[in-house]
């Protein structure tokens, strides 16, 4: 339990937000920790372009007849995705985290870092792949007007063809981690009621149990 100071909030060293402390004496409960505005703002931009990634991507095999139109919006947005994971990556090194719920025991705690990292792992390369495959095609990456990337592979219809089947294998299995992800916060959300998704959150953060 914290003790409030002015009433002020309290600042962390690794770069948490900690949470506002209750006005009042001692006795009362703080805030419960919470990633730094920037890393929850990463975050659901994030999320946000993946899961459009991933319609997207859908869209361009069921939807033939568009898929002019939808790769000019898949590759400036898998592009971003790609800039954003760094940004997101070099973020994470700089800010700890804050503390896993307690109510997560010691092996679910290492599955959900595991996770995390495999995800960053699985939404670098996934773009990358995407630029090599699009530049062994022999056509440019392109993102708006006449601004596209420069090619990362030559033009070579066998390495085409690998990074093609490359591509459909990793948007599979970010797919299917995304998923599991999304599970797992919803069963702490509605089941556990630990207030994991807090952790992401805006607006008034709750109050600490402790």
Do not use: K
Request: proline share 9%; with cysteine.
């Amino acid at each position: 339990m914290n003790t409030p100071t002015n009433n002020q909030t309290h600042h962390h060293v690794d770069g948490n937000t900690p949470g506002e402390t209750t006005e009042g004496g001692l006795g009362e409960t703080a805030a419960a920790p919470r990633f730094t505005p920037f890393s929850r703002l990463l975050h659901w931009a994030m999320a946000a372009a993946v899961i459009a990634m991933l319609f997207i991507g859908v869209a361009m095999v069921t939807s033939p007849a568009h898929y002019a139109e939808l790769r000019s919006l898949h590759q400036p947005l898998g592009t971003l995705i790609l800039a954003l994971v760094v940004l997101r990556f070099v973020n994470r090194l700089l800010h700890r985290p804050p503390p896993h719920p307690p109510s997560m025991g010691p092996w679910e705690r290492i599955a959900a870092s595991g996770s995390e990292y495999l995800m960053y792992a699985l939404m670098f390369a996934q773009p990358l792949v995407g630029w090599g495959m699009v530049s062994a095609a022999g056509t440019p990456v392109d993102l708006w007007g006449p601004l596209h990337l420069p090619a990362l592979l030559p033009a070579d219809q066998d390495l085409y063809a690998v990074l093609r089947e490359t591509h459909t294998l990793l948007a599979y299995l970010l797919f299917a981690l995304f998923t599991a992800h999304m599970c797992a916060v919803l069963f702490h959300t509605l089941v556990r009621r630990d207030r994991l998704l807090s952790r992401m959150g805006f607006g008034r953060a709750p109050r600490s149990e402790e």
